[in-house]
């Protein structure tokens, strides 16, 4: 790549990732949080060091919060917005080293939803939000069913398997794929994609990570112009053929939109499976429980995503000088919300550090968000999980962990990349 492109680099993550693992070994648990990667494997020890030192923590970076009311608060304040480091609150020489080395529509760069405000994200949510309805999730119901059928279908009794690519992965990029007009046939693309391009969400990435990422954005790129021009030809029924021919986004923002829709789509329900087949598995009882009656597999859902969020955090930046918990925000400053940490927040979870599936109140967490920017496809994330979980202990009763789960290398996305498991013998479909 291009030298503009190291330059960017440097800017947008280098110097933070410098910073960071600095301040890690001073001991701030900041640094650590974010330039550590045993911090990666188990946040919470820094999480709650920076909990300790009240509910807004100032740092060399960045303010960063774990609390929970003051997380969700920030959350649906208008006066906060999506942080991206290209604003009018970034110094001007910076910004131009931005736009010097520009990428192609992506899932986490201008005009894509996750980095708006109104009107802007207002007007493309709105274009999008009838895929996402509980009336259109529905409808969905019965797609996700024999897509999840077919691969337990495929998976060897008594044998063994690699539980994120022959299972968890595949049912969300099916039914993503399929919303999105993808033909079957370059499902492994976007699995590729998806993995190279997801990283751009942390704080502090390599410079090898980061061009791999942006060289994947690229690739993304051409293969949605070629899709875009199809779909103008032949349409489909989909939801991108819908937003295609309504002509209300132009190019850059369809495939920002697509990119997104992808990501999103597939990487929380990834994350949120294979997390719930390793937080239950050591839980015999509460699995035992959940095969007995499986009408509590929605709230085993909600406990996994409090307990484990495949995201654990976001950030939002003052669009004014803001008082807040006692101190002054000015304009632009930027705070880190580890929703992580506001999950397991003692003043609103009971004993927050145990894993309960009985927990009366797991749905109030804020791994999906909260405000204009709630996840759009939280719904069907939940579908998906809920369904794919079900039944995939009905149908493997006996399946216990075959070697150690591997994490993926990331922070904001927490999941895993392998999940050997040994299934056991096929019990008779009963769902």
């Known amino acids: 790549m291009k ?174 794929s399929e919303m999105l007009g993808f033909p079957d046939s370059d499902r492994e693309h976007f699995l590729r994609w998806g993995d190279k391009v997801s990283p751009l969400l942390d704080l502090g990435l390599s410079w090898g990570a980061w061009r791999t990422a942006a060289m994947a954005t690229q690739q993304m790129d051409r293969y949605l112009d070629g899709h875009i021009d199809r779909l103008r030809r032949e349409p489909g029924d989909d939801i991108l053929s819908s937003l295609v021919t309504a002509g209300n986004l132009d190019d850059r923002e369809l495939k920002a939109t697509a990119t997104l829709l992808m990501g999103a789509g597939f990487e929380t329900t990834v994350n949120l499976i294979g997390n719930a087949v390793v937080q239950l598995l050591p839980r015999p009882r509460q699995l035992e429980q959940l095969v007995d009656d499986p009408e509590l597999w929605p709230q085993a859902v909600e406990e996994v995503l409090r307990f484990d969020p495949p995201v654990q955090t976001t950030a939002r930046q003052a669009l004014c000088d803001i008082d807040i918990d006692g101190r002054t925000m000015r304009r632009g400053t930027a705070v880190v919300l580890s929703l992580a940490g506001a999950n397991r927040d003692p003043k609103m979870f009971d004993d927050p550090n145990s894993f309960d599936i009985n927990r009366p109140n797991a749905q109030q967490h804020l791994t999906f968000s909260s405000g204009i920017h709630t996840c759009l496809g939280a719904s069907l994330a939940r579908m998906e999980a809920t369904y794919a979980l079900r039944s995939l202990f009905e149908r493997f009763p006996d399946l216990r962990l075959a070697g150690t789960p591997e994490l993926r290398p990331l922070f904001t996305l927490h999941g895993y990349s392998h999940l050997p498991v040994h299934l056991g013998p096929r019990a008779r479909a009963t769902v």
């Open 3 to 176: 030298p503009r492109y190291f330059i960017r680099w440097m800017v947008e993550q280098g110097s933070s990732r410098f910073l960071m693992r600095y301040q890690a070994l001073r001991g701030d648990p900041f640094g650590k949080l974010f330039g550590t990667a045993a911090a990666r494997h188990n946040p919470y020890p820094h999480i709650e060091a920076l909990r300790q030192r009240g509910r807004l923590v100032p740092t060399p970076v960045t303010w960063v919060t774990a609390d929970y009311e003051l997380s969700r608060s920030i959350l649906r304040d208008t006066r906060f917005g999506v942080f991206i480091l290209d604003n009018p609150s970034t110094p001007e020489p910076l910004r131009r080293v931005i736009r010097k080395a520009p990428l192609p529509a992506n899932p986490v760069e201008p005009p894509s939803m996750l980095t708006i405000d109104p009107p802007d994200h207002t007007r493309i949510r709105k274009s999008v939000s009838a895929a996402f309805t509980p009336r259109a999730v529905g409808r969905l119901r019965d797609r996700v069913e024999s897509v999840t059928v077919e691969l337990l279908d495929a998976l060897p009794s008594n044998g063994s398997a690699d539980l994120i690519a022959s299972y968890a992965a595949q049912i969300p990029i099916a039914i993503i």
